[in-house]
């Protein structure tokens, strides 16, 4: 009960202090809070990205590995220049590779594509010229992709295989560069970055709404052709080529990586002993290279909170210093009728740790506010998780305890003899 007591004392004196001092508490409560606010944005936003991602690539099936020609990141080493890099010194993958992989026993479906959507791409028709987001892929694509047809048709397998130059639009496509008007089976022409149309037209066959996912906010002006069609008529970077491969349903998916595996360095002409010039990614990869990546992004905007926490702190110190010196006196009689150094010291703690978890509650407040207008009116997905909270209170805590030691202490010193006959 004596410790209750002491430390509803402390948080009523607290409170005392943050009136009296308006301007001094404004500044230390307005550190610590834009600190725990900054902490707690980025982890809802860092939180919510990631459950996004994640659920694209479940969407995607667990089992569903990729093959590419070379490591995600370009597998560049120390000290090894891009030209040098496995991204530039292995050869690209050729499409007719991931039919033979089809004929594996363990595989379910083997298909080549090609994502352009940031090659800097653009459609015309008549007058009408807008970018697009192109991206090469096989007839089973909304199988994998999880997206909607909205009217029209998907290509069939012998469109892809024959590369036909179809073309499926999604609906931002089809309004920025019709307008109004119907974009089933009106043709257009798909030019390079370099501005050379394409040696045929594709015709509009159905339009496609993408899944909803964050990356889907970001990204519009989707166009599907067949990635024969691409490769047959659109000119790009045959790097950019991969395949995705789906393993039977009940296959262990290491069983179909390994004739994956096999399959590759046979059509490469890779002998024993000889580096694999290509690369299996799997889905648990792809999360892992993911979380790495935001991990350091979490880790960079903490540091920089953490400046607005010193601020702060050192608020804290400058406060505190001045309330010992207000109240030496009261120090002094507190002592004289029997208080202990550790009751000085819980006091003043207990003073700074209220002024700090204020500025923590303001930056709580604020975040929540940031991270809902962020949900509900951008595609960014946004969502606090409950270790963010508990985080920000404790740091905000820490914070005060950690920066007030050194005042509290300094009273809890101080000889009663002296303190009471200061002026």
Request: glycine residues 10%.
């Amino acid at each position: 009960m004596n410790w209750l007591t002491a430390l509803g004392e402390g948080i009523v004196i607290a409170v005392d202090s943050l009136r009296s001092n308006k301007v001094r508490s404004g500044l230390t409560i307005l550190g610590v809070m834009i600190g725990v606010m900054v902490v707690m944005v980025m982890a809802a936003v860092i939180t919510g990205i990631n459950d996004s991602f994640t659920e694209i690539i479940s969407s995607r099936g667990v089992t569903t590995f990729y093959v590419a020609h070379a490591r995600m990141g370009g597998g560049v080493q120390t000290g090894t220049s891009e030209e040098e890099s496995d991204f530039m010194k292995n050869p690209p993958l050729e499409p007719r590779w991931a039919r033979q992989i089809q004929e594996l026993p363990d595989v379910a479906q083997a298909d080549a594509f090609a994502d352009l959507s940031s090659s800097g791409y653009r459609a015309r028709w008549r007058d009408q010229d807008i970018g697009i987001a192109l991206v090469a892929v096989a007839s089973n694509y909304l199988e994998i992709d999880q997206g909607e047809l909205r009217d029209g048709r998907f290509f069939t397998n012998s469109e892809d295989e024959r590369g036909r130059p179809v073309a499926v639009v999604d609906s931002a496509v089809a309004a920025d560069l019709y307008g109004g008007l119907d974009p089933l089976h009106r043709q257009l022409q798909i030019s390079t970055p370099g501005g050379q149309g394409t040696a045929s037209p594709f015709q509009v066959i159905g339009t496609y709404k993408p899944p909803a996912n964050l990356f889907a906010g970001f990204v519009s002006h989707y166009m599907l052709v067949p990635f024969e069609a691409a490769w047959k008529y659109v000119p790009f970077w045959h790097r950019t080529v991969m395949y995705v491969v789906v393993p039977r349903k009940g296959v262990p998916i290491q069983e179909a990586i390994d004739q994956v595996h096999g399959k590759m360095r046979q059509v490469r002409g890779l002998r024993p002993g000889q580096s694999d010039d290509f690369a299996i990614i799997t889905q648990d990869e792809i999360l892992d290279l993911w979380n790495r990546l935001t991990t350091a992004l979490f880790s960079v905007m903490v540091a920089l909170s953490s400046v607005g926490l010193m601020v702060g702190g050192v608020g804290v110190i400058g406060i505190m210093m001045i309330s010992v010196t207000e109240r030496t006196r009261e120090i002094g009689v507190r002592k004289a009728l029997g208080a202990r150094k550790r009751d000085i010291l819980w006091q003043f703690l207990v003073e700074a740790a209220t002024v700090t978890l204020v500025g923590g509650g303001l930056g709580m407040a604020f975040g929540g506010l940031i991270v809902w207008g962020l949900d509900h009116w951008t595609p960014i997905p946004a969502s606090v998780p409950l270790w963010s909270i508990a985080a920000a209170l404790g740091v905000s805590a820490l914070t005060g305890v950690g920066f007030g030691l050194y005042p509290a202490s300094r009273g809890a010193r101080l000889d009663p003899v002296d303190a009471l006959r200061y002026e």
